[in-house]
């Protein structure tokens, strides 16, 4: 009798090892920025939708929108730790998990949508490789619009924001080095903080999305907007590398793609909405100057003069050089 008790006694407990998953399921708590009803937020809720489509209901999607999980540091620590198993992160966050990420939108290089997903699938591999090596899986990945200089007093060329207090996000010293590299005064402020820096003077200038630009209403204050493409904004969905390998690898792939497609379609939808936004914010005072061929290269100019001095610094040649040779590559086949 003992025998036998002990016998199923270790069938239950391999039950119990090897058919966790498939026996309670799993729910994936995942931080965002992304306010409620923001095409960002919507996005990120489809994805959780497909995902439990995908899994047959194994899989839940529990997102924690609106930064009320804290700042993209806060939630990279959170996810280290247990306490969210997924966060959605810009550069800003990607940035502090490895300082070579930032060449995803290093501002004044990629200039178009095309550019943008050329180069990234050529440097994916090594994105993937980096977020992997500090314990993360790279989910999906993608842009989501543009960013633009908005500031008080009109911006052409680059002295002219030179001469203007700059805001940065509170978060990015590596940013903030590049555009110090760069000749700027750089005021680093949360986002609660813009609107306040903008009606004492703190700041006099910002970059920001025009989406954002409008729901907060900063551009009120500083209603002139320089039509460059300082850079793209990029998501990235990354999953902590215990959670990922607890979900069965027959669904991996099938969650990248659904997750791919529908970030697709958020890049059209905010590209769409800006447009709308742009519209709104003209109607109520904003300028939008565009910049002559001339405004353009002296802007590349310098950001690629600072970005030569910077590799090797906050990152690294090699990956640099890598991200340049295939926007270059890309150049040289569309010209």
């Not at 990120?44 to 047959?56: C, F, Q």
């Not at 490895?98 to 060449?103: R, V």
């Not at 980096?130 to 960013?147: C, I, P, Q, R, S």
């Not at 009606?199 to 204050?221: D, H, R, S, V």
């Amino acid at each position: 009798m003992l025998k036998i008790n002990n016998f199923r006694i270790i069938i239950l407990m391999g039950l119990f090892i090897v058919l966790p998953f498939q026996a309670f399921g799993l729910t994936l708590k995942i931080g965002s920025l992304a306010p409620v009803g923001t095409p960002y937020d919507t996005a990120l809720r489809e994805i959780g939708e497909e995902w439990n489509r995908i899994s047959g209901g194994r899989i839940t999607v529990k997102i924690f929108p609106g930064g009320i999980a804290g700042g993209e540091a806060d939630m990279i620590r959170k996810v280290r730790i247990g306490q969210l198993q997924g966060v959605v992160l810009t550069t800003v966050g990607l940035n502090k998990i490895d300082s070579d990420l930032m060449t995803m939108a290093l501002p004044l290089t990629i200039q178009s949508e095309e550019e943008f997903k050329y180069v990234a699938e050529r440097m994916l591999p090594e994105w993937t490789r980096l977020l992997d090596e500090k314990g993360f899986a790279l989910a999906a990945f993608d842009m989501a619009g543009w960013v633009n200089i908005f500031s008080k007093q009109q911006v052409n060329f680059p002295e002219d924001l030179q001469s203007q207090k700059f805001r940065v996000f509170h978060e990015e010293p590596e940013m903030e080095q590049v555009l110090k590299t760069m000749g700027f005064r750089v005021i680093p402020l949360t986002q609660p903080q813009v609107m306040s820096g903008l009606q004492t003077g703190m700041i006099e200038a910002f970059y920001a999305p025009p989406l954002l630009a409008a729901a907060q209403q900063w551009f009120a204050l500083a209603p002139n907007m320089l039509n460059l493409k300082i850079t793209p904004v990029v998501g990235g969905l990354i999953i902590s590398n215990r959670t990922w390998a607890r979900i069965p690898e027959e669904y991996h792939e099938e969650f990248k793609e659904a997750a791919k497609r529908i970030l697709l379609s958020l890049n059209e939808d905010v590209l769409e909405t800006e447009k709308q936004a742009l519209t709104i914010m003209k109607e109520h005072g904003l300028v939008i100057h565009e910049p002559s061929r001339e405004v353009t290269e002296r802007w590349t100019v310098l950001a690629y003069e600072s970005f030569s001095r910077l590799a090797g610094v906050t990152f690294t040649r090699e990956i640099y050089k890598e991200f340049l040779s295939y926007l270059e590559e890309y150049r040289s086949m569309n010209d």
